[in-house]
């Protein structure tokens, strides 16, 4: 019988494979193109799916310590034209072709905020939502971050800079003005850093 509480973390899942088939170009956009694609289960069922075929997308989690003592972040404020709504969220930005994701996440940081720093950490890489979507997007935690120079923004980027403590963050992630789910994964990648490194999330203020 299933037994849905069945903990078996070894399990066999080739059998969930399907094989892929033809693929056609169906749309073809400035952000993304549309495929269909054939596929067939290992036990003979054959249908047609969508395939949203993106750029890699990369997140730069900008951290420093304020005066004080207090862990902070650098994020943005943004209008977002699929919500359309403002939305805060930490630097972020298309990985061009040919380019280095952690390159690209370092230009996207300068060129937003006009901050670089000075230990960069890969936090990790994840299919943002792999029912349709076959891109990646790369995580990196940038420490001890400094202003170095201006925005350099795109025609049609507008936003506004600011910092904000990382406790902060974690308490509001995924409610109200946090309501971009890339920026709740940046920060579950985060979390998981800091929990080998306390200090990323912990005060040193004698207050």
Request: proline share 5%; with cysteine.
């Amino acid at each position: 019988m299933f037994d849905p509480f069945t903990h078996d973390e070894q399990k066999e899942t080739s059998q969930l494979m399907w094989k892929s088939g033809k693929r056609e170009l169906v749309f073809k956009g400035p952000i993304f193109d549309i495929c269909t694609v054939q596929r067939t289960s290992n036990d003979g069922r054959c249908s047609t799916f969508i395939e949203v075929d993106c750029q890699k997308w990369v997140t730069i989690v900008p951290w420093f310590r304020n005066a004080d003592g207090v862990p902070m972040f650098v994020m943005v404020d943004q209008f977002r034209h699929g919500s359309a709504t403002v939305t805060r969220e930490f630097p972020a930005g298309v990985v061009e072709k040919g380019e280095d994701p952690m390159d690209a996440g370092l230009r996207e940081l300068k060129e937003e905020t006009g901050l670089e720093g000075e230990r960069v950490t890969a936090l990790g890489n994840v299919s943002p939502n792999s029912a349709f979507m076959n891109n990646r997007s790369y995580f990196y935690l940038v420490e001890d971050v400094k202003h170095t120079s201006g925005q350099e923004l795109d025609p049609n980027e507008q936003l506004e800079v600011l910092s904000v403590p990382v406790q902060t963050v974690i308490e509001l992630m995924g409610t109200g003005i946090y309501d971009n789910g890339i920026m709740m994964i940046a920060l579950g990648y985060f979390l998981r850093e800091a929990n080998k490194r306390p200090e990323l999330v912990t005060s040193t203020s004698k207050e």
